[in-house]
């Protein structure tokens, strides 16, 4: 494979510094906007979704990752060496996302419902150590009690109860988190619950979906430390039919709350439906959004991430809509059937690639030419700006942070899979 020499970087970029600088573009300022834009990277692609609590079976939302790829991390201290080499290639600043199904008890028992900050310490003690964030979700899947299909919105009090409990006691640790780390934790609330088959009335889950939102998000934390998301979704296995959590659902809701932010994440729609158009319609009315980018292929299938139409689309959204300021990007995606490091670093870099092209495009030519009224000149500079330099300009941004340019990282999770051998 070719490898880039620290000289053909420099000689490559000053061109293309040129050729941006002649459409009103600065490389230097886009790449200094660029430290400031973390991906929050989730933890789940490390382990196939499996978590530290040997509870049997995926209940409840078919979350499911498939393959069986050699060297899956088994407990807290594989995960976090596995993301030391996976955050060692990427550019920037990133974060990581946890769910709660990561806690670790030393062995002992501790249902959801009992989980305090206590038992995500080393995540705190680690991510401090590394000057990152860490962001949270509560596990609503992958439990006895969610083997009916139903959680927050279960007609079983018992088990309602359960889960509400669950939902508070992770927007404490989600603050926690937030206040030793300096950094708004953003605790993220997905519930599987719905339906396989047509169900004879879905207002009834909802109102009591809606009724368990409020008692979970009763008290009141600084914003300065937690965030709270809802996030929806279209359908999933055993809830082909009926989703209680759907978009038209949370979009009432955080519309009908200031404290709530709205999650959208990208393989949730009808496959041939993008969230991108949705960013600047929820923006006008919430000041922060929480976006999963993901790929679904035919189905919410959370393939890895590549530097796609879909993936460019929702960055270049946020950059026209002056919006990377009030938009949390995360990614959501999990593959076993290869290497997972492979698949973080490919999804991570290709996310961040598609950042950079929409910092990179001079998007003030294009409003210019709509403004004037002469679309077809705006249609033929968004075709033109499609061959620019970008490559360029991301070598340097590796460079520039000290990771491995081109497909040189690929060589460095070879050599890391000794250690991914050694786990039997």
């Known amino acids: 494979m070719f490898s880039y020499s620290s000289d053909k970087v420099e000689k490559a970029y000053a061109a293309a510094k040129e050729v941006y600088a002649a459409y009103g573009v600065d490389t230097d300022k886009v790449m200094e906007e660029m430290k400031k834009i973390p991906v929050s990277i989730h933890c789940w692609q490390g382990d196939d979704v499996v978590g ?21 991390a088994r407990n807290g201290d594989e995960l976090r060496q596995d993301m030391d080499k996976a955050l060692s290639l990427i550019p920037g600043k990133s974060r990581v996302n946890l769910h709660a199904m990561y806690a670790e008890t030393d062995g002992k028992k501790v249902d959801r419902d009992e989980l305090t900050v206590e038992h995500f310490q080393r995540w705190i003690d680690w991510a401090k150590d590394k000057g990152i964030g860490i962001d949270f979700n509560p596990t609503f899947f992958a439990h006895p009690l969610a083997d009916s299909g139903y959680t927050l919105s279960s007609p079983d009090e018992k088990g309602r109860k359960f889960w509400v409990e669950h939902g508070k006691r992770s927007r404490e640790i989600a603050a926690a988190i937030g206040k030793a780390l300096n950094s708004p ?45 809802v996030e929806s979704k279209l359908f999933g296995i055993g809830s082909e039919s009926y989703v209680v959590g759907s978009h038209e659902f949370y979009m009432g809701y955080v519309i009908s709350r200031d404290d709530v932010i709205l999650c959208l994440d990208a393989g949730h729609f009808h496959p041939t439906e993008t969230i991108a158009d949705k960013i600047s319609s929820i ?33 270049q959204e946020i950059k026209r809509c002056n919006a990377y300021d009030k938009v949390h990007f995360a990614l959501d995606f999990f593959d076993a059937s ?59 941004y590796c460079a520039d942070n000290n990771v491995p340019v081109g497909t040189d990282w690929i060589n460095e999770v070879k050599k890391y899979e000794e250690v991914l051998s050694s786990r039997k």
Not at 52 to 72: K, L
Not at 198 to 212: F, G, H, M, N, Q
Not at 295 to 314: A, E, K, M, Q
Request: proline content about 3%; aromatic content about 8%; overall charge negative.
């Open 52 to 72: 530290f609590e040997n509870v049997s079976g995926t209940s409840g939302g078919g979350i499911m990752a498939t393959g069986n790829y050699p060297g899956r």
């Open 185 to 229: 934790c953003v605790n993220n609330i997905w519930i599987p619950d719905g339906s396989k088959d047509l169900p004879a009335d879905r207002i009834t889950k909802r109102r009591i979906l809606k009724e368990s939102l409020d008692e979970v998000l009763e008290q009141k934390f600084s914003r300065d430390y937690l965030v709270d998301a």
């Open 283 to 315: 923006l006008t009315y919430k000041d922060e959004l929480l976006l999963h980018v993901s790929r679904g292929v035919r189905w919410d299938s959370d393939h890895v991430v590549i530097f796609n139409d879909d993936t460019l689309s929702i960055a």
């Open 338 to 396: 290869i290497n997972r490091i492979t698949a973080w670093v490919t999804g991570t870099r290709a996310a961040l690639k598609a950042i950079m092209y929409s910092l990179l495009e001079p998007t003030h030519l294009l409003v210019e030419a709509e403004e004037s009224g002469n679309l077809g000149n705006r249609l033929a500079l968004m075709e033109e700006f499609k061959s620019l330099p970008f490559g360029a300009v991301w070598n340097k």
